[in-house]
């Protein structure tokens, strides 16, 4: 059912139920006989039968087989099917939670790609991120260039066929695990900051690059410093022109939130569906104020609808960014709005499932950095890291000016240094 390079048997001719059904024999196939029966459990079932360790060893399986992302192109490493298609291809996998793995490829380096990406940049770059052979980052934030990321200073020197990158970029997610990075540099300090900035894909094995990591509150680590001394990346691994760099950012800008912001990311699965046993289940199994279930509690049960309703607006919300991506549209500014919501619901969603833990989430016991091995610590931890949600992926704060400006026609807010030479602009 599938042909030597392991590629499913779906073309842009095939019909959706037939999709479907050749689906449902690839899985059959090619998924663990485990992984489908806990499947029926919910996602939480799934973890217990599928280490990471495992999943990662399977996945080029998955990743060769063009469902990763049905719609991209053949070449690139997808099946070049329409939404319609995709959607059923989606529906089947959904239950056995087959995760996209290298999601900083699929999501940030990808859409730029796409956009302002030549040719053979998108031959040699796309197929390896889909079959998670090449990890990415993005090295965008620095320490003075956060939220006014635009007033980066990492500097990007041409050198006969190379540029000289020297500069040092900060919050850099799972900078500690890629090969490959995204980066923003500036190549020109005598013109506004927007337009000396170039964009590059870098490679992270070579030397003067240096990954310090970052701890979570919680242990793990996700977030990283990364330094770069005199490290060299050929002109040919440019994306756009020169000084045209804040342009091509915005593609990745607006997929980074899309991907913050996606259905899963807070999860109406924690709520109903396949994950009865998240909130819902701790609502049944939790104690209210007048001794009986907290499920039997009016507000309770208000506030897991409100969680729920919000949860099925933002997933359709998301749809028509997503058909938006399929009619060959880029990613806009229509993406801070599930950015903007999807921070604040997940923090809400979190702190309800430690408020149906009750005095059991003051206290528990994990390792710091330890896997989310029970409801208690995978709760109170999510609660922990969810404090980040409305910082990460581009500010609350930040999104809503681009919802204020870009999407409503707001005056922009002032910048006074706005069409002043990055040189002369006052910097921490």
């Not at 850099?172 to 300090?189: E, K, N, Q, S, Y």
């Not at 310090?212 to 440019?238: A, C, K, S, Y």
């Not at 749809?319 to 991506?325: K, M, N, P, S, T």
Request: proline letters at 7%; hydrophobic letters at 40%; aromatic letters at 6%.
């Amino acid at each position: 059912m599938i042909d030597a390079t392991g590629r499913v048997p779906i073309t842009p001719e095939t019909e959706v139920d037939e999709a479907a059904a050749i689906v449902r024999a690839w899985v059959a196939e090619h998924v663990p006989a485990a992984w489908r029966e806990a499947a029926a459990g919910g996602s939480a079932a799934i973890r217990e039968v599928r280490p990471r360790e495992a999943y990662e060893a399977w996945y080029p399986v998955f990743g060769a087989s063009g469902l990763v992302v049905p719609t991209w192109p053949v070449p690139y490493g997808g099946l070049g099917v329409g939404r319609e298609v995709a959607r059923a291809i989606e529906a089947e996998l959904a239950p056995y939670n087959l995760g996209r793995l290298n999601p900083l490829g699929l999501n940030l380096a990808a859409p730029a790609l796409f956009a302002h990406g030549t040719e053979e940049q998108r031959l040699r770059f796309l197929p390896p991120i889909v079959r998670n052979e090449e990890v990415w980052c993005q090295l965008f934030s620095e320490p003075g260039a956060g939220s006014d990321l635009a007033s980066l200073a990492t500097r990007a020197v041409r050198d006969g066929d190379d540029w000289v990158v020297t500069g040092q970029k900060v919050w850099t997610t799972w900078a500690h695990r890629a090969d490959f990075a995204v980066l923003l540099a500036r190549t020109d300090p005598d013109v506004p900051k927007r337009e000396g900035i170039t964009y590059f894909l870098l490679s992270l094995h070579q030397p003067g690059v240096q990954v310090r990591p970052l701890r979570h509150i919680t242990g793990e680590v996700d977030f990283n410093e990364v330094f770069l001394d005199g490290v060299r990346v050929p002109d040919h691994q440019r994306v756009g022109a020169v000084g045209d760099g804040w342009r091509v950012a915005g593609a990745t800008l607006s997929g980074e939130r899309q991907m913050v912001a996606g259905q899963g990311s807070g999860g109406v699965d924690r709520i109903g569906g396949s994950g009865t046993r998240r909130l819902i289940g701790l609502a049944a199994e939790g104690t209210g104020p007048a001794g009986g279930r907290a499920i039997a509690d009016p507000l309770v049960r208000d506030r897991l609808m409100r969680l729920y309703s919000e949860e099925c607006i933002r997933g359709w919300t998301n749809e028509r960014v997503r058909a938006g991506l399929a009619a060959g549209r880029p990613p806009g500014p229509e993406s801070s709005i599930g950015k903007v919501h999807q921070g604040d619901l997940n923090q809400r969603t979190q702190l309800l499932a430690t408020d149906l833990l009750g005095a059991r989430a003051m206290a528990w016991e994990a390792p710091a950095g330890a896997p989310y091995e029970d409801t208690l610590s995978y709760e109170v931890r999510g609660m922990l890291r969810s404090r980040a949600n409305t910082i990460e992926g581009g500010t609350t704060e930040v999104n809503k000016n681009i919802l204020g400006e870009r999407v409503l026609g707001l005056p922009r807010e002032p910048d006074p240094w706005r069409d002043v030479p990055w040189r002369e602009v006052p910097r921490s």
